[in-house]
């Protein structure tokens, strides 16, 4: 199997898999529904890439799977993500940057090193760019959790911070 794994751009913004193209759940807060997840919201997935892009850098990768886009990563600090406020198991650290997404999207891609290429690859990205850490909130009870399954975390060496419901507050120290 061959995998590729890619920054978002311009030009393969349109390759971020359904339904991560037009997600917006951890850039809002409060109710959410499917309506968070209709094409009209891909303009605002746009100018939210773009705002973080200018105030941290790129924030957002696509992987492929025999070229064909399967997955997506995004991350950035915890302050682009007003969503981590509502969790139980508390706000991520401000040293860290946060994976908000590591999602295997097409479920024919999955079980295939996708989300372990994705893992290994945003690993390397934060420790070239400098940062101290990487955290998220990794459930428990599914491995088709959007931010990843904390078994698959666990396996990279990051330990659980905050443990108080199915989202724990995991950690990598660089």
Known sequence: MRIRIEEVSQTN?????????????WQ????????HLKPYNEREKKIWLSRVAR????????????????GFVQFAPAKFFPRTAEYSSG????????????????????????????????????????FKALETFARKSSAENPSGSLSLYLKYGFKVVVDKDDFPLVRLER
Do not use: H, N
Not at 106 to 121: F, V
């Open 28 to 35: 809002t807060t409060g109710a959410y529904s499917e309506e």
């Open 91 to 130: 706000l991520p650290s401000k040293d860290a940057v946060f994976v908000a997404c590591l999602y295997v999207a097409k479920k024919e891609a999955r079980g295939k090193g996708l989300g372990t290429a994705m893992l290994e690859d945003l690993i390397g990205e934060v420790g070239r760019r400098g």
């Open 55 to 70: 105030e941290f850098g790129e924030c957002a990768k696509i992987a492929y799977l025999e070229d064909s886009p399967a």
């Open 13 to 25: 913004f349109s390759d971020i898999p359904d339904p991560c193209r037009y997600c917006l759940y």
